[in-house]
């Protein structure tokens, strides 16, 4: 099992204990008679709220609070089927295999080179050894419901991969890309007057450009004096399609033939450039040889997931669901 693997049963399973510690009266939403409570959808949303300030996004304030309403909302529903699901599985016969558990726990430990480590890793997630191994179960039950309800799904076949190739083929397209040499002076974050600094950067393109007419080696000159960071040191190599880059430089480059080179600087947002388009490198598709286990894989995939989703459509149907939280907001938007 990877970190990517046990980072999804991790987030998902957080949810089941939640679940599974479900009671007393104060209950948001029940599943066929299993509460789900006030405190747990807190809990669950305290924990998103901080995934989303480490992504730089604030949810607390009067601003956030529609999207903080519509997250709470869309973790309850997500609460609510994972209930079902793993009642589901308990209707279907479905028990841990304590041995698979374990191998997926002593697989996690193996991808850290120490316990202490590993440990750190459960910190970090608020979860103890005893909860992982919860959590790990939990997950292994809805994956093995996915197993049984999809069992009859076959695989994609041949004809049907061709046929999505053909009609999107452009994702198996890469476009026409420019490969290009530049040399950058740049005017951002520079002391003395705007005025200055503009100006002193064209002259020293200007300077390059004359270099350049009189035999100067591009790469080299590049290497030299180009103050773009991520470029200079392989002589100002850049390779780019249509919308990867600035305008005014895609413009620039476009316009010239293999082997030239603008005559005059180009001004952009970072500074004055002098460009040198190398090659052009012709878009290529994939063929359907290349790609025919992925798009199979792919379709396959897709169908197991409409097989699941409708069979939960049907098991929803049948259950007695409650959702206080969306009764409370059809209630508040009646009396606005």
Do not use: W
Not at 1 to 11: A, E, P, T, W
Not at 21 to 34: H, Q, R, Y
Not at 69 to 88: D, R, T, V
Not at 280 to 302: G, H, N, Y
């Amino acid at each position: 099992m990877n970190k990517k693997s046990i980072s999804l049963i991790l987030s998902l399973g957080i949810v089941f204990l939640l679940l599974l510690a479900g009671c007393g009266s104060n209950a948001v939403a029940t599943v066929n008679g299993v509460n789900i409570t006030s405190q747990q959808l807190d809990e669950q949303l305290t924990a998103y709220k901080e995934y989303y300030k480490q992504q730089g996004m604030n949810l607390e304030g009067e601003d956030a609070a529609p999207l903080v309403e519509m997250l709470k909302a869309q973790l309850l529903e997500s609460m609510i089927n994972q209930e079902l699901m793993l009642q589901e599985a308990k209707k279907q016969g479905i028990t841990p295999d304590q041995k698979e558990i374990e191998k997926q726990i002593k697989e996690l430990k193996d991808s850290y080179k120490t316990e202490a480590e590993f440990k750190k890793f459960l910190a970090a997630n608020g979860v103890s050894e005893p909860k992982l191994n919860d959590l790990v179960e939990k997950q292994y039950l809805v994956t093995e419901l996915q197993k049984k309800v999809t069992a009859d799904v076959k695989e994609a076949a041949p004809e049907e991969a061709l046929k999505y190739y053909q009609e999107n083929k452009e994702q198996y397209t890469n476009p026409v890309q420019y490969e290009v040499r530049h040399i950058l002076f740049s005017t951002m974050d520079k002391p003395g007057g705007q005025a200055k600094v503009e100006a002193d950067a064209k002259a020293a393109a200007l300077s390059v450009v004359n270099q350049l007419n009189q035999g100067g080696d591009f790469a080299a000159l590049a290497k030299e004096k180009s103050e773009d960071l991520g470029s200079a040191d392989n002589g100002g190599l850049y390779t780019f399609k249509k919308g990867d880059a600035v305008k005014e430089f895609e413009a620039a480059a476009l316009a010239l033939k293999p082997g030239e080179y603008t005559s005059a600087p180009v001004k952009t947002e970072f500074g004055y450039h002098i460009i040198k388009l190398e090659k052009i490198i012709p878009a290529t598709t994939m063929s359907f040889e290349v790609v025919q286990p992925e798009i199979i894989a792919q379709l396959t995939d897709k169908a197991r997931q409409e097989k699941f989703s409708g069979y939960m459509t049907e098991v929803a149907g049948k259950a007695k669901i409650v959702n206080n939280l969306k009764a409370e907001q059809k209630d508040t938007k009646k009396k606005e």
